[in-house]
């Protein structure tokens, strides 16, 4: 792998360049994403691989400067809440915890979002946009703002926009804007045993 601060990403064997081009920027212009740039992305989420094809992904979306938009940004960590003023839209991305044609327990709901997670993702940096996810936030204050229903588990929230310019942020983010490495597959496969 190369270094970080080349901002070149190397794998050890060769994949699909968009899922190297993939990385998570904090830094953000401000300025709006359309509704159809934003329904694309949602496009490309719902088109997932899931358990029983049951789709247990749910989002709800807030623009930047809505009403609901403070109901949303409220819930952020203190350094989340930094950079993602400058975000466009931010995305709360839910699980149903039951499956819906019997409503019994879906064990990889949270799995299943994850691919829908990455599917968005991966559209946006086609696109040339910034989608951020993020774990700092108040998950039970996210549940209660919006009356999220038991069955539903709130996983991330998304930062989605434009791209920025890194010297906007402060300086403490500025040194963590760079696509960053990976374990090598040695690290993170094993055949036939756990040695890990």
Not at 25 to 44: I, N, Q, V, W
Not at 74 to 93: Q, Y
Not at 120 to 138: K, N, P, Q, W, Y
């Amino acid at each position: 792998m190369s270094s970080a601060k080349e901002n070149i990403r190397q794998s050890e064997v060769a994949i699909t360049p968009l899922i190297l081009k993939r990385w998570s920027p904090r830094a953000l212009s401000g300025e709006k994403l359309s509704d159809e740039e934003l329904l694309t992305l949602f496009e490309a989420a719902k088109w997932a691989p899931s358990a029983y094809n049951g789709q247990p992904w749910r989002f709800i979306y807030v623009k930047n400067g809505m009403p609901a938009w403070d109901k949303l940004f409220s819930t952020l960590a203190a350094g989340n809440k930094i950079w993602t003023r400058k975000a466009a839209v931010l995305v709360l991305v839910l699980s149903r915890n039951l499956f819906e044609y019997n409503d019994q327990p879906n064990p990889t709901a949270s799995f299943d979002c994850g691919a829908a997670w990455q599917n968005l993702a991966l559209e946006a940096t086609s696109r040339g946009l910034v989608a951020h996810a993020m774990s700092g936030f108040d998950y039970d204050a996210a549940r209660a703002n919006f009356n999220i229903p038991d069955i539903y588990k709130p996983e991330v929230i998304i930062a989605l926009g434009r791209p920025g310019r890194k010297e906007d942020l402060p300086e403490n983010l500025r040194a963590l804007e760079f696509p960053s490495d990976r374990k090598k597959l040695s690290e993170i496969i094993s055949e036939g045993e756990f040695k890990f």
